[in-house]
């Protein structure tokens, strides 16, 4: 089942997959509530670590952003576009390595173990990879507003950019 679905055929799967993205994250920015909790009554810890934010993280980043994704693609077919299906791929890794490295960052700091510089080093790819698919996010968001809809005999949409 891939993401990219062809002109005017039906929405509704990719519309699942964001549906689905956005529901995962909640799951796991609850999850990381409870994580950053647990661990640091476990540890008596009272101090400052990246677990206290990893929490709105996942719930910002992935649960709010791919429901304005979703509400984006019923307005205006987002995902009809070429670079949704980079975006939709690349942010999803960018999410999962940020977040990877503040819980792995936070988590060491919490049971008072030195982290190395590789860590912030990755976090920071995590970073880059995020602006790459926000970047793609908004030339996506560019496409699917500025086409032009024509209804061709058959009934099938088809799609006549605007050379303005």
């Known amino acids: 089942m891939g993401l990219l679905v062809r002109w005017g055929a039906t929405t509704v799967r990719v519309m699942r997959k964001l549906y689905f993205a956005a529901l995962t994250y909640m799951i796991l920015g609850l999850i ?17 670590s990246q677990l206290s934010v990893v929490h709105t993280h996942l719930l910002t980043l992935g ?36 977040v990877g490295m ?20 990755i976090a920071g790819m995590g970073h880059v990879l995020l602006t790459i698919a926000l970047v793609l996010l908004f030339v996506s968001l560019y496409q699917a507003l500025f086409r032009r809809r024509v209804d061709t005999a058959a009934g099938n949409e088809a799609v006549v950019s605007d050379s303005q």
């Open 32 to 48: 990381a509530g409870l994580y950053y909790r647990e661990l640091t009554k476990e540890y008596d810890f009272t101090g400052d």
């Open 63 to 98: 649960m709010l952003a791919f429901l304005l994704v979703l509400a984006l693609e019923k307005v205006f077919g987002l995902t009809r576009t070429k670079p949704f299906v980079w975006f939709f791929w690349i942010y999803n890794a960018g999410i999962v390595v940020t």
């Open 102 to 121: 503040m819980v792995t960052h936070g988590t060491l700091t919490v049971v008072g173990k030195e982290s190395s510089e590789a860590i912030a080093g």
